[in-house]
T-cell receptor
Framework: RKEVEQDPGPFNVPEGATVAFNCTYS??????FFWYRQDCRKEPKLLMS???SGNEDGRFTAQLNRASQYISLLIRDSKLSDSATYLC????????????FGTGTQLKVEL | EPEVTQTPSHQVTQMGQEVILRCVPI?????FYWYRQILGQKVEFLVS????????KSEIFDDQFSVERPDGSNFTLKIRSTKLEDSAMYFC????????????FGSGTQLSVL
């Protein structure tokens, strides 16, 4: 059973479009949640933390539903520079502060 | 902006050889990690390190792997006898005491085992 599951995509969208990514996680004891962005063959970079109350950072909105073990990311007014792989990441707690990554959803924003 | 630095960026080695991957975490960070990503696959946790000892390790991190913080700045990953399947991008990461859940990753070392 996959621990963190994402649709791999690719999502091909025109510039200016709104796109939504979803993610589910299997460990109900998971404590914190993140979206990371990864460009091709580069390191993951933290995009934003995800909270049950929902949080917004500019064009990006993230939401957590603990009951459904579901995480979402919404990107509004997408830019060419948003093209990347978006990684859903879960911290399962414990002393090691271990992050569990999804396989990522690839986004391609086109002219 | 402070960053995690990894060297070398690429490492090519023969199967059975030992390799040491080096990392300089962000200076005021106290938690250190190694992750790896095999080409086309997800990022996988290897080990976390705090207060000069391993906090947690994955099943991947077997007896062939070890970590060390030999001085106040470097954090190293050693693979004693490399296998073909160790070929991957290895990412070092660090996090602070106050924001320990937020990890900052280095740009990675691409290890190729021939």
């Amino acid at each position: 059973r996959k621990e963190v599951e994402q649709d791999p995509g690719p999502f091909n969208v025109p510039e200016g479009a709104t796109v939504a990514f979803n993610c589910t996680y299997s460990n109900s004891a998971s404590q914190s949640f993140f979206w990371y962005r990864q460009d091709c063959r580069k390191e993951p970079k933290l995009l934003m933390s995800v909270y049950s109350s929902g949080n917004e950072d500019g064009r990006f909105t993230a939401q957590l539903n603990r009951a459904s073990q579901y995480i979402s990311l919404l990107i509004r007014d997408s830019k060419l520079s948003d093209s990347a792989t978006y990684l859903c990441v879960v911290n399962e707690g414990g002393g090691g502060n271990k992050l569990t990554f999804g396989t990522g959803t690839q986004l391609k924003v086109e002219l | 902006e402070p960053e995690v630095t990894q060297t070398p960026s690429h490492q090519v080695t023969q199967m059975g050889q030992e390799v040491i991957l080096r990392c300089v975490p962000i200076s005021n960070h106290l938690y250190f990690y190694w992750y790896r990503q095999i080409l086309g696959q997800k990022v996988e946790f290897l080990v976390s390190f705090y207060n000069n000892e391993i906090s947690e390790k994955s099943e991947i991190f077997d007896d062939q792997f070890s970590v060390e913080r030999p001085d106040g700045s470097n954090f190293t990953l050693k693979i004693r006898s490399t296998k073909l399947e160790d070929s991957a991008m290895y990412f070092c990461a660090s996090s602070s005491w106050t924001g320990h859940e937020k990890l900052f990753f280095g740009s990675g070392t691409q290890l190729s085992v021939l």
